[in-house]
């Protein structure tokens, strides 16, 4: 098709975009997951959407027996870095229709995703999406694209460099001007509910984020189980903040990958993992 901007789409060329629209939406794969006792379907257009959802008790065993133990219906789940939606829709599944969940994703073309995802669930009753960067606090900074393939990762808020300090520099394929908020003023400006429990994996920005939340860590209605991705180079300093916030480690588990790590031989502080943290008692 071609024009100088001053026609509209003939008969047949609309026709033909409709047959095209069909053909394409034929060609999208629907992944359904038997989760426990609940069942979620996917929606995918590419390998990388597919291997999310199949792999969902294993590529992150620990995060999913996470929320499995923790979760109860009701509660307000926050997932930071939700990508496609995976653990979303899990935890829809077990805070049940009086609870909520926020899936928080600055990533436009994952939303997209997302959105379908939460559609294709029925979901819209309890899940929400926020597309505000969440950081330390309010700025104006550019969210840079290191990929615009739905359930990429390592876009990253203010920075070029992915898995944070520890990560490698990328070159944006696309950046985007954005403004990021704290936490804590999403919460005071009630865009969201406090929630019960928070999933932090971001690939760079976690203590960033963490620094957001400090009136939220130190409420008396804070989050009774914070998970956070310990990235090379910063692990230390993930700890003591949520230390000096009240917040202990609870324990760490690792990815499918990070587990070869270990047996490879690799300590703990060269592999990036998860570690979930409780309040002090």
């Known amino acids: 098709m071609q024009s100088a901007g001053d026609r509209g789409v003939t008969p047949f060329e609309l026709k033909i975009l409709r047959y095209k629209e069909?053909?394409?939406n034929s060609l999208l794969t629907e992944v359904k997951v038997t989760d426990q006792q609940f069942e979620s379907?996917?929606?995918?257009?590419?390998?990388?959407?597919?291997?999310?959802?199949?792999?969902?008790?294993?590529?992150?065993?620990?995060?999913?027996?996470?929320?499995?133990?923790?979760l109860k219906a009701g509660d307000r789940f926050l997932d930071i870095g939700a990508n496609v939606g995976i653990y979303?829709?899990?935890?829809?599944?077990?805070?049940?229709?009086?609870?909520?969940?926020?899936?928080a994703e600055?990533?436009?073309?994952?939303?997209?995703?997302?959105?379908?995802?939460?559609?294709?669930?029925?979901?819209?009753?309890?899940?929400?999406?926020l597309t505000v960067p969440l950081t330390s606090e309010r700025c104006a900074t550019q969210f840079n694209y290191s990929s615009i393939i739905p359930a990429s990762t390592g876009s990253q808020?203010?920075?070029?460099?992915?898995?944070?300090?520890g990560g490698k520099d990328f070159v944006p394929v696309l950046t985007e001007l954005t403004v990021g908020l704290s936490l804590d003023e999403v919460v005071d400006l009630g865009m969201i509910e406090r929630p019960d429990l928070i999933k932090i994996d971001v690939d760079g920005i976690e203590l960033q984020i963490l620094q957001g939340m400090k009136?939220?860590?130190?409420?008396?209605?804070?989050?009774?189980?914070?998970?956070?991705?310990?990235?090379?180079?910063?692990?230390?300093?993930?700890i003591a903040f949520l230390d000096d916030?009240?917040?202990?480690?609870?324990?760490?588990?690792?990815?499918?990958?990070?587990?070869?790590?270990?047996?490879?031989?690799?300590?703990?502080?060269?592999?990036?993992?998860?570690?979930?943290?409780?309040?002090?008692?």
């Open 22 to 24: 069909k053909i394409r």
């Open 41 to 70: 379907v996917f929606v995918c257009e590419n390998d990388m959407q597919a291997a999310r959802a199949l792999s969902l008790w294993i590529k992150e065993a620990g995060t999913m027996a996470w929320l499995d133990a923790n």
């Open 88 to 103: 979303s829709i899990a935890a829809a599944h077990r805070v049940g229709p009086t609870g909520k969940v926020y899936a």
């Open 106 to 129: 600055p990533h436009k073309f994952n939303v997209c995703s997302l959105m379908t995802n939460i559609l294709r669930n029925g979901f819209e009753d309890r899940v929400t999406v």
């Open 157 to 165: 808020l203010g920075s070029t460099k992915r898995d944070g300090r």
């Open 215 to 238: 009136r939220l860590l130190l409420s008396p209605n804070r989050p009774r189980s914070v998970q956070v991705e310990l990235n090379l180079g910063e692990q230390d300093d993930v």
């Open 245 to 281: 916030h009240g917040y202990d480690l609870d324990h760490r588990h690792f990815t499918l990958q990070g587990k070869l790590f270990l047996d490879a031989g690799k300590s703990v502080s060269e592999i990036a993992h998860n570690a979930v943290f409780v309040p002090r008692s």
